[in-house]
């Protein structure tokens, strides 16, 4: 009987020494804070000097340098989630051990009555413990989280994106170490304690895998499964997206783990008071409205759309719509339902993020999942071809569009190690098109002319002309006695050799009556007649010669290679106010006359310091020479001609090597919004509806091997030891004190 007094009389002292002799009784906030900090900083010492903290500290340390080593420094890849997503497994078994004792421990030497009879309140004891183990975790965190910008020195490296995996990687561990903290509590056992710990997390990490197995196609009881999901959570924080379900769902379980914890504490605390039954009542009332709290929060906030809780992250904002796709979606008033053909359960998980944002967009944008499993004749309603799974159905009432998955990613293949990697990401490209094609009234239509040694235009263009939802056709003006009706615009692409006279007048009669043109020069060092007679009709004359740019923030690499001046237009304003750069190799020029019922706009030009060099064979300097032409000139324009009630429109660009996949990954893409919007104009699009495919090429870093060598003996050799040596010889010399 008098052994609980004495350990009474005990605790108070130890307060009373902890706190400079002041006597206990109802502590205030800053003494409650005080003792709390006291705690923390014995639990946190009691790490170290038992060299279980620094062992941790330095396995982790290893286990993710020999990761950061191969991935980062030996193959390259320029994004620390790979490292992080391969050591989670060390969670199952270094979390457990480094908590088993943190409660455990006390109970079972009965230094727990400390805690059970002593004035601190026990939210405090927890909140200390657990901060001292999140301190013991969160060193790791710190060191690797320099990592990037290591990595920084040798290659563009996505900062977002990998800094939000650190930030996901420490939550999953901090709610690992708030759930080992919970159990611990719950028993006298350490071995106890870690064994079931690392049931608990093991299944946390495996319940993805497991609800896949019971149902392909998900159930309620997978739902109720996928609540103790912890690595699923973790996944969707590694691509880029900030998702704040996630966010919480980690910051509830901490909550939640150490709610549960101080109420375990709380019950033992008083089992012995006569007032055991109404407290029991209170602790496991505060559990249930905490739980209730915390699902119903949760709930909430899956509810909301999209556009509220996932943020892009990544430096190129892969997963966040352009402002053409918003401006598109706004303007719908159709209802329109997107079919995806997959399981909602195995579906790509980036292409489910695009398509919820497109949800979040318009209330008239419904998704839908279709498991070809369950319904595997379900496309043939819109298709007579085989569609692969997580291809998507586009559907209102005029009409349909079908996108195979085959279409939303770029591949390439390398064909050295017969590999194939993903390049690009289309799916706001496809989707918005298929948007557009599936509300659209009518379907304009354009020619591209062939027979004068035109240019065939690459992947990247002909792809955008189809997603500016432009029906095309190749035709020779041989074969026609006049250009067909239904032309929207005839497109001429760097034609190397003259028109004969008689498409010359096909094409003047086209234009008099009101036909488009899209016209892109090419410099051959000849003369063409009767081309610059279909220009000269909008007042335009293309010089014979290229443009010489000297002014060093106009040209890239080589005067020939201009990055012209961007002026305000319809057509440039996308690019204008981005502040791109258009890039325009070996370009010609080009001057304007007044002409009656012409105006002329201004897309692309060169600057003062520019001029023409008519021959430009055996150039060996670029200084300016008494034959060559100052400028500046105009590289790109837009002419309109009124013709009797209808107006004849020409965009006009002088550089044949502008529209190309080379001089577009020069600028990231944007000569093909150019492209793009100019199409748009003879489409009547008020918004253009190509939306440029989407890099996911990884711009490997480039590490010597000295380096290599180097920065992974730190992180693989020389931190771990650092730390394991250190905490040994501290240990150590308590021991023999």
């Not at 502590?27 to 009691?46: C, N």
């Amino acid at each position: 009987n008098k052994i609980p007094g004495a350990i009474g009389r005990l605790s108070r002292g130890f307060l009373r020494c902890q706190h400079c002799g002041n006597q206990p009784g109802a502590p205030g906030k800053e003494k409650e804070e005080m003792k709390m900090k006291a705690i923390y900083k014995k639990e946190l010492q009691s790490y170290f000097h038992s060299f279980l903290g620094p062992l941790f500290i330095g396995a982790f340390l290893l286990l993710l340098g020999i990761y950061f080593a191969v991935y980062d420094l030996f193959m390259g890849y320029p994004y620390i989630g790979y490292a992080l997503s391969s050591v989670t497994f060390l969670f199952l078994i270094a979390i457990p051990v480094l908590c088993m004792k943190i409660l455990a421990e006390e109970r079972h030497q009965k230094t727990d009555q400390l805690i059970l009879t002593s004035p601190v309140s026990v939210t405090g004891i927890v909140l200390g413990k657990f901060l001292a183990l999140a301190t013991i975790f969160a060193i790791p965190v710190g060191l690797v989280s320099l990592y990037p910008v290591v990595m920084s020195f040798f290659g563009t490296v996505d900062i977002g994106k990998s800094y939000l995996a650190v930030f996901g990687f420490l939550l999953y561990g901090l709610a690992s170490i708030a759930v080992c903290v919970f159990i611990s509590s719950l028993t006298e056992s350490q071995v106890i304690a870690a064994v079931v710990s690392f049931g608990v997390l093991f299944f946390g990490y495996i319940v993805n895998g497991l609800c896949s197995m019971i149902s392909s196609t998900g159930n309620l009881f997978t739902r109720f499964l996928s609540v103790f999901d912890m690595s699923e959570r973790f996944s969707n924080l590694l691509n880029g997206s900030f998702h704040l379900t996630s966010v919480l769902y980690y910051l509830s379980v901490i909550v939640l783990a150490l709610i549960l914890t101080v109420q375990s504490i709380q019950k033992r605390r008083y089992q012995l008071s006569r007032k055991t039954l109404s407290l029991g009542t209170y602790s496991s009332s505060v559990v249930v409205l905490s739980l209730a709290v915390i699902v119903v929060l949760n709930l909430l906030v899956a509810q909301l759309p999209e556009k509220y809780t996932v943020f892009d992250v990544t430096s190129d904002q892969l997963y966040s719509l352009t402002t053409e796709t918003k401006e598109i979606a706004d303007g719908i008033t159709d209802d329109i339902q997107i079919y995806v053909l997959a399981n909602e359960d195995n579906a790509d998980t980036t292409l489910d993020e695009t398509l919820k944002k497109y949800e979040g967009l318009n209330s008239h944008i419904k998704v839908s999942y279709v498991d070809p499993a369950v319904n595997p004749k379900f496309y043939l309603q819109y298709t007579d071809g085989s569609v692969s799974s997580n291809s998507l159905i586009v559907e209102s009432g005029k009409r349909s569009r079908v996108i195979d998955y085959s279409d939303i990613y770029e591949y390439s293949y390398d064909y050295t190690n017969y590999t194939q990697s993903v390049t690009g990401y289309d799916g706001e490209g496809q989707l918005t098109s298929a948007l557009a094609y599936v509300t659209s009234d009518e379907m304009p239509k354009i020619y591209l002319l062939e027979g004068h040694g035109e240019s065939s235009f690459d992947s990247t263009f002909s792809n955008a002309i189809e997603k500016e939802n432009l029906d095309y056709e190749t035709i020779n003006l041989m074969d026609y006695d006049e250009v067909p009706e239904d032309a929207s615009c005839v497109v001429i692409n760097a034609p190397t050799s003259d028109f004969s006279a008689d498409d010359t007048e096909k094409m003047l009669s086209y234009m008099e009556k009101g036909g488009d043109i899209f016209f892109v020069s090419c410099y051959t060092g000849e003369a063409h007649e009767n081309i610059d007679r279909l220009l000269d009709y909008y007042g335009v004359n293309v010089k014979e010669g290229l443009i010489i740019e000297t002014d060093r923030g106009h040209y890239y690499q080589d005067p020939f290679y201009i990055l012209p001046e961007i002026s305000y237009d319809d057509i440039t304003s996308g690019i204008y106010n981005n502040g791109s750069y258009v890039f325009a190799p070996y370009a010609q020029g080009i001057t304007t006359e007044e002409k009656e019922d012409v105006t002329i706009a201004e897309l692309l030009s060169s600057s003062d310091n520019s001029y023409l060099r008519n021959d430009i064979s055996g150039v060996d300097s670029y200084e300016k020479q008494d034959s060559d032409e100052d400028g500046p000139f105009q590289i790109g324009v837009k002419c309109e001609k009124s013709a009797g009630e209808e107006t004849s429109t020409a965009i006009i660009y002088t550089s044949n090597n502008m529209f190309t996949n080379d001089a577009n990954t020069i600028v990231s893409g944007t000569n093909v919004k150019l492209f793009t919007a100019s199409l748009g104009t003879f489409a009547s699009h008020e918004t253009s509806v190509s939306i440029p495919v989407k890099s996911m090429e990884a711009d490997y870093l480039t590490v010597p091997q000295g380096t290599i060598m180097i920065i992974a003996l730190v992180t693989v050799v020389l931190l771990p030891v650092l730390f394991i040596v250190g905490g040994f010889i501290v240990w150590f010399r308590r021991r023999k004190k």
